[in-house]
Nanobody
Framework: DVQLQASGGGLVAAGGSLRLSCTMSGFTLDDGAIGWFRQAPGKEREGVACIGREDDRTHYLERVKGRFTISSDNSKNMVYLQMNSLDPEDTAVYYC???????????????????????WGQGTLVTVSS
């Protein structure tokens, strides 16, 4: 079974940084795409960033561009989300997810649509204090 686990959340002051990690097991191919999504209380889930494991293409939510960086270490089956200059608006539960059918290059057109992501891990809570 494919399993994903997000970790690294916590409480941080505005302007601070956190690095989230996503550990993946049960999926040994170096393809697909990993996405980070978040859901704040009372708000809809939104795609934050995603990366193609084979083509290394990335896509970011507009308002996190320049602050968040997604990276992948295929040898360790890990994906990271470095979050800098955090704002209270970034407070949410963050989830990582896998789209095993990602077609290299397609992210330029599709971005990170949640409906493409078949496998989801449990989230990690990020709280940014003002």
């Amino acid at each position: 079974d494919v399993q994903l686990q997000a970790s690294g959340g916590g409480l941080v002051a505005a302007g601070g940084s956190l690095r989230l990690s996503c550990t993946m097991s049960g999926f040994t191919l170096d393809d697909g795409a990993i996405g980070w999504f978040r859901q704040a209380p009372g708000k809809e889930r939104e795609g934050v960033a995603c990366i193609g494991r084979e083509d290394d293409r990335t896509h970011y939510l507009e308002r996190v561009k320049g602050r968040f960086t997604i990276s992948s270490d295929n040898s360790k089956n890990m994906v990271y989300l470095q979050m800098n200059s955090l704002d209270p608006e970034d407070t949410a539960v963050y989830y990582c997810a896998l789209d095993p059918d990602y077609a290299p290059g397609s992210m330029v057109v599709t971005g990170c649509p949640a409906l493409f992501y078949r496998y989801w891990g449990q989230g990690t809570l990020v709280t940014v204090s003002s």
